[in-house]
C-alpha cells in the first residue's frame, strides 16, 4: 500500500480549569464528549498517492487523494463522506505532529559514461549531495553501486563497487566522516530499466545516493 496514514484522536484533552472557589471533585465533573477519529491520506515524500480503506462494522470508506480525510465519531456509526481538508484545518489538527515528523530522505542518481567516470551531470550533483549531507548533518548517508548486464555478475558486482567508492571519495574530499557513509553494491541485480542479458544501458550504470 503507497501513501502514508496519518492517524489522530482529537480534539486533545490540554488541561481542566476550575474557579478560584477551589476544585471540584473529580465525580461531579461532566465526561467529555469523546473525540472523533480522524483518518487523513498523504502523499509520500516522492509525491505518489495511495490508498487506504476506513471501515468498521457500519460501513467503509477509501481516501484515494492527498489530504482526503474521514472521521468516525463511534463505533456504531459508519465513517463519514470523505472530504478535502483544507490548508487551515489540516495546519490547526495536525500542524505540531506533522511538525514533528523525521524530515524525508533525499535522493541522488548519478550516472557514468563507463567504467568510473561520471558523466558531467552527474559531476555536478556532488556539491549538492554534500550541501544535504552538511544541512542534515547527517549521519546516515547510503551510497548504493549499480551496473548494467553487460559483462558477467560477478564483473559487475565489482564494477558497481568501484562506482560507489568512487561517488564515496569525492564526498570524503568534500569533509564528509567516513563513519556516516554506508558503501554497497547490487552489481546488475536491480536495473532501473529491466534488459536482457549483455545489454549496455546507461540509466543502469549508476550510483544512487540518499541522504537521511
Given at each position: 500500500m503507497r501513501g502514508r496514514r496519518l492517524f489522530l484522536l482529537t480534539p486533545l484533552l490540554?488541561?481542566?480549569l476550575v474557579s478560584c472557589a477551589?476544585?471540584?471533585p473529580v465525580a461531579e465533573l461532566p465526561p467529555p464528549a469523546p473525540p472523533p477519529n480522524i483518518f487523513v491520506l498523504l502523499q509520500d515524500p516522492d509525491g505518489k498517492v495511495g490508498r487506504i480503506e476506513v471501515g468498521n462494522p457500519r460501513g467503509s470508506t477509501d481516501l484515494v487523494e492527498a489530504r482526503q480525510a474521514t472521521r468516525v465519531a463511534k463505533a456504531e456509526e459508519s465513517p463519514t463522506v470523505p472530504i478535502k481538508m483544507s490548508d487551515q484545518e489540516f495546519a490547526?489538527?495536525?500542524?505540531?505532529?506533522?511538525?514533528?515528523?523525521?524530515?524525508?530522505p533525499v535522493r541522488f542518481?548519478?550516472?557514468?559514461?563507463?567504467?568510473v567516470e561520471?558523466?558531467?551531470?552527474?559531476k555536478q550533483l556532488v556539491p549538492q549531495i554534500l550541501a544535504a549531507i552538511k544541512e542534515r548533518r547527517s549521519v546516515d548517508t547510503s551510497v548504493v553501486g549499480h551496473a548494467d548486464t553487460a559483462g558477467s555478475r560477478e564483473y559487475n558486482y565489482r564494477l558497481s563497487r568501484r562506482r560507489a567508492e568512487a561517488v564515496a571519495e569525492?564526498?570524503?574530499a568534500g569533509g564528509v566522516a567516513s563513519e556516516t557513509l554506508?558503501?554497497?553494491s547490487h552489481g546488475k541485480d536491480n536495473p532501473a530499466v529491466p534488459t536482457g542479458d549483455n545489454v549496455s544501458e546507461p540509466r543502469n550504470r549508476r550510483v544512487e545516493v540518499t541522504v537521511r
Open positions: 490540554v488541561g481542566l477551589g476544585p471540584k490547526a489538527i495536525f500542524g505540531p505532529v506533522v511538525a514533528a515528523l523525521p524530515t524525508p542518481t548519478l550516472y557514468f559514461e563507463r567504467d561520471l558523466t558531467s551531470e552527474a569525492l564526498l570524503l554506508d558503501v554497497t
